[in-house]
Structure formats: C-alpha cells, structure tokens
C-alpha cells in the first residue's frame, strides 16, 4: 500500500486508504480510536476555538487530547486572528498532534460570521497571515482544510490553495462545495483534481464517498494524495476495512452481519460512557445508536426508544431484544 508524507519538519507518514475527515459533534475521541481500529489512516479532531484556548476553556483543552491509538492525528484549530491563533498552537503544544490542521471551510454562522472558518475564503490575505503565524511556532506539519469558496459567484479553491501554500501551508485538504451550498447538492471533484495540478504539496480530497468504490475513483479522477471521509462512516466505521481491503485484493466486502453490528455499536458506546460518564455519554451516543440501527426491520422503533436512552443496561437490553427478534424471524 503507498503512503503519502505530509510536510518536512516532524513529516507525517500516512497510508494512502481514507482518513476521518474532522466532525464537530460527531468524531469525538471515541469515534476517532474505533475508527482508526477499523483502518481510518489518519484522524482529525473535532475543530477547537483558538479563543476557547486562550480564555482557558477546560472544554477546549480537552477536545485537544491526543492518545496513542489515535495517530496519527490532527488537532484542527479556528479563528480569525493571526496572533490568538499562534498562541493557540503554543497553548496545545504539550498535546503533541502530529499536525495542526486550520480551519478554513467551517460554514456555520457562529464560526463564519466572525470571519474564521470558510469566511477566511473571501480574506485570502488574512488566511495568509494565518497560516504564516501557525507555521512560525508550529512543531509539526501544518495543514489547511477549505471549501471551494464562498458562493457561485467567487469560487477561488485553486487560487486561495496556491496562496496558502506559498504561505507554508504542507497540505490543503478540500471539500469542493461552497461555503453557501453548505451539505446541499454535489461536491465538485473537478476542483480537487485542478488543486491537484495547481500545488506540490499533497492534497486530500474530500466530500461525498460513500464507498470503497467512491474512494477508489476519487483517486483516479483527481490524483489527489489522500481521501477523507465523513457522513459515510456515521455507525459505519467498516468503511475504512473495506477499503483497506478492496485496495489489498479488489474483493468488496458485504455489509457486517446484524451481531456483529450490535457488537461494534456496543463497544462504541462503552468507549464514550467512559470517556464522559454514563449520563453525559449516553446522551451523546444517542445519534450513534440510531446511526448503527439504520436500515433494521423495526429501525424506526428501535430509533425511537434511542430518544430515551439513559443508562448503558438500557442500550444491552434493547440490544438483546434486536438480536433474539432476529433470530426469530429465521426460525
Ligand atoms: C456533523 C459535521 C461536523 C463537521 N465538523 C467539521 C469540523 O469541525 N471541521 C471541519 O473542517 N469540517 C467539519 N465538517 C465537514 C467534514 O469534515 C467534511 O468536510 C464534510 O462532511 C464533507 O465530507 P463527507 O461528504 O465525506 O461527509 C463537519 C461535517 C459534519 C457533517
């Protein structure tokens, strides 16, 4: 299988499958460790406020934890000041990330609307100087995530990418829709491959693989150095196995047997309760639940019953009972 290397200083060396792409809510460290268990060749957190950091947030802190079953892994940071996010680096430093990603392509008001994330798209001069400060104290690689630009009428992914690595940036991860299609219609793969052609550094291609397939022809049609993936590992981390093994053998592998799902969805949830307590994991694990149950004859019940999930026995029980239904229907 080849690899890419991502940087010069402290480079990382990555299997070229598919990566988790970074998810705010969603690929927190539980999510992250199983997928990298299933062949995920690199993480990223969830993305952290360079301001959180420096006013201390003990929140903040702890989305930075990096463990060893985790790398390598990125700690992805926002904000829209060059300083706050200089000190931010120095602030995680003792995180030890194999690679300090910056957000550029965060859509949602709250990060946006205070020019961070995809706002730095339309301030390329300030994503400049971004990435200059990051880069100046950063002991790792340091990369940039962004979309294709901000809206149909300034579409400036190839452009903005050439900058950011003039300016130092060792990768560009893309997700080629606009700031202001937000999830809606396709992901443009066209503009990875113009990237591609535009920059020496690697670049990971992002947006809308939902199989081994997928991620095969994303390399092919755009020669991009890494494939990341998102929405598509939701309650299925097997993604990344089977891409591993369709690059190994060209074999497709078919979908986990019901057991075995429950299985997964079982260990999942235990690695969150205890990464947050049962009251606090149990909440947060509701969506992945749902997540693993989709597609199951009675989903919607079992998804239903998810809503009210409190204490993990709960979670076994039902578990219990989708299995021996199963085994009924065969009899
Ligand atoms: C729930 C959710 C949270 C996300 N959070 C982040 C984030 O923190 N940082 C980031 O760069 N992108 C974030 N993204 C964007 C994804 O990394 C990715 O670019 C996008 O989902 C497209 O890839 P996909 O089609 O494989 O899902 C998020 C996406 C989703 C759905």
């Known amino acids: 299988m080849s690899t890419v290397t991502i940087g010069s200083k402290n ?3 990555i299997k070229k499958t598919a990566a988790l792409a970074p998810m705010a809510s969603v690929a927190d ?3 992250r460790t199983l997928c990298r268990s299933f062949g995920a060749s690199y993480v990223v957190s969830e993305m952290v406020s360079s301001k959180g950091l420096f006013y201390s947030d003990r929140k903040t802190a702890e989305l930075c934890t990096v463990t060893d079953a985790e790398r390598p892994m990125g700690i992805q940071l926002f904000g829209e000041d060059p300083e706050f996010m200089k000190n931010a680096v120095t602030l995680i430093e003792r995180f030890e990330a194999d690679i300090i ?3 550029m392509g965060c859509p949602v008001p709250k990060v946006a609307g205070n020019g961070a994330g995809s706002a730095l798209m339309k301030d390329p001069q300030k994503a400049e100087k971004i990435v200059r400060a990051v880069k100046s104290v950063s002991p790792c690689p340091v990369t940039v995530k962004i979309r294709s630009g901000w809206d149909n009428d300034c579409i ?9 690595e003039a300016a130092g940036a060792d990768a560009i991860a893309v997700h080629p829709r606009t700031r202001n299609q937000m999830y809606s219609g396709h992901s443009d793969w066209d503009i990875i491959r113009q990237i591609k052609q535009a920059v020496s550094v690697p670049v990971i291609g992002n947006g809308d693989v939902k199989s081994a397939l997928d991620c095969k022809k994303m390399y092919d049609e755009t020669g991009c150095d890494l494939v990341m993936i998102g929405r598509a590992s ?4 097997w993604i990344f196995k089977s891409i591993d093994k369709y690059f190994e053998t060209g074999e497709i592998l078919p979908p986990p047997a019901l057991k075995e799902r429950i299985e997964v969805m079982l ?8 990464n947050l307590g049962e009251g606090q994991g149990m909440r947060e694990a509701r969506k992945n639940v749902a997540w693993y149950l989709k597609g199951l004859p009675n989903a919607a019940k079992y998804r239903n019953e998810c809503g009210s999930l409190v204490a993990f026995s709960q979670l076994e029980d039902m578990s219990r009972r989708i299995l021996q239904s199963q085994a009924q229907c065969e009899e």
């Open 234 to 237: 939701y309650g299925n981390p």
């Open 11 to 13: 480079p990382v060396t």
């Open 101 to 103: 990603d910056i957000n």
């Open 267 to 274: 260990t999942h949830v235990r690695m969150i309760v205890k």
């Open 29 to 31: 460290s539980a999510y």
């Open 156 to 164: 400036n992914a190839v452009e903005f990418s050439k900058r950011m």
